[in-house]
């Protein structure tokens, strides 16, 4: 009797173990999974998740769902590096930078180069910037559109011009325009618009040369690079509770000993001591809003052509994905149709609202 009831312990104790080995591998996983380089997940995803737009966290931390692709060419635009897969944005960006490369026109800019804006799900990338998470960012280039269509190689290889003396650092006067100031000039004209990113020596361009309303001034800020492009960002948009906002820019107009600063030795002293690793080659999944984690799991549209906005007179389509175990949060707002009136909300479709792009209908399967 006694060793019966001694192997029916041995048994349970075993069991024990095994569960708790079980359990230690289970927190193992987790913690691996937490501690995967976002930008890699992030940086792997093709496609956009095709649920309600929506952004989170920051602009240097975060991510947003309900993405749409500027198309690679427009009637007053071309997008350039497009192995980079970086066309996405939430659809009141691109709404924008569409709008942008319109009435840019009229002022007499050819057309825009659009540069990155964000991933398909947004997150930190596997090159170059630390923004560019949210979908409310964009880089346009102070190249003006040529007057024909770039081959793929021609984007992937053609430099963008420096405007700035790289030693100076002040504006190379044969390359600057008016027409440079008047582009500024109108991205800064649109209220989504918070800040445009300049190079201080394109900053202070401006400010000796600006007449009359000088209050756009206010949100065209210098900071490092930004020489061959400025970079437009927009404001947390509506049903984007998990977004945090920016710091609001200072009073006046810029001009002042805050852009004096920028043409001391003190920003551009070379650093000492060893570099720190740059925040995308050590973000974890850890480091991001938990709703990133859902952005990841969502559900893909269909194919791209679905999620991709051509420009004024395409006819607009609810984006519909494949269907998931998990179905996502649906949609709060209605979907409109052709003739502008509600549809039912697809659980799977992004929140547009008739000032935000629209796909054209996707192509039909064989």
């Known amino acids: ?39 890699d997940l992030f940086g792997n995803k093709r496609l956009p998740a095709a649920v309600a737009a929506r952004s989170y966290g920051f602009y240097s931390k975060g991510c947003f769902s309900g993405g749409m692709a500027i198309a690679t060419d427009g009637p007053t635009w071309q997008a350039m590096r497009l192995s980079r897969n970086r066309r996405w944005g ?3 960006m691109i709404a924008l930078i569409e709008k942008l490369s319109r009435e840019a026109t009229a002022d007499g800019w050819p057309g825009l180069l659009i540069g990155d804006i964000s991933q398909p799900r947004g997150g930190p990338m596997l090159t170059g910037h630390a923004s560019h998470q949210i979908g409310l960012d964009a880089d346009i280039w102070l190249t003006p559109m040529p007057d024909r269509r770039l ?15 790289e030693k100076t650092h002040l504006v190379i006067d044969k390359r600057w325009t008016p027409a440079h100031a008047r582009l500024i000039e109108r991205a800064a004209s649109y209220p989504e618009v ?35 492009h400025f970079h437009v960002r927009i404001g947390c948009q509506a049903g984007s509770k998990g977004c945090k906002e920016q710091d609001p820019t200072p009073r006046g107009d810029g001009c002042d000993k805050s ?108």
Request: proline share 12%; with cysteine.
């Open 259 to 366: 852009l004096a600063w920028w043409f001391t030795e003190e920003p551009w002293r070379p650093a000492t001591g060893p570099a720190k690793p740059k925040a995308r080659d050590i973000m974890t999944m850890a480091s991001l809003p938990k709703e990133c984690r859902a952005v990841l799991d969502a559900p893909s549209p269909v194919n791209e052509a679905a999620v991709t906005y051509h420009g004024k007179g395409g006819a607009p389509t609810a984006v519909v994905a494949a269907p998931s175990p998990e179905e996502p949060e649906v949609a709060d707002t209605p979907i409109i149709t052709d003739g502008g009136t509600p549809a039912a909300a697809n659980a799977f479709a992004p929140r547009p609202s008739v000032d935000i792009p629209l796909p054209r209908p996707r192509p039909k399967t064989q």
């Open 194 to 228: 918070e800040r445009i990113l300049v190079n201080p020596g394109i900053k202070k361009k401006l400010c000796e040369t600006v007449t009359g309303d000088r209050s756009w001034l206010r949100k065209v800020r210098p900071f490092w690079g930004h020489d061959y």
């Open 90 to 92: 939430h659809p009141k």
């Open 151 to 165: 081959s793929p190689t021609e984007r992937e290889n053609m430099s963008a011009i420096s405007m700035v003396n």
């Open 1 to 39: 009797m006694t060793a019966f009831f001694s192997g029916i312990l041995g048994k349970a104790a075993r069991l024990a173990m095994a569960i708790a080995t079980l359990g230690l591998v289970g927190l193992d996983m987790q913690a691996a999974s937490a501690a995967e380089l976002a930008k």
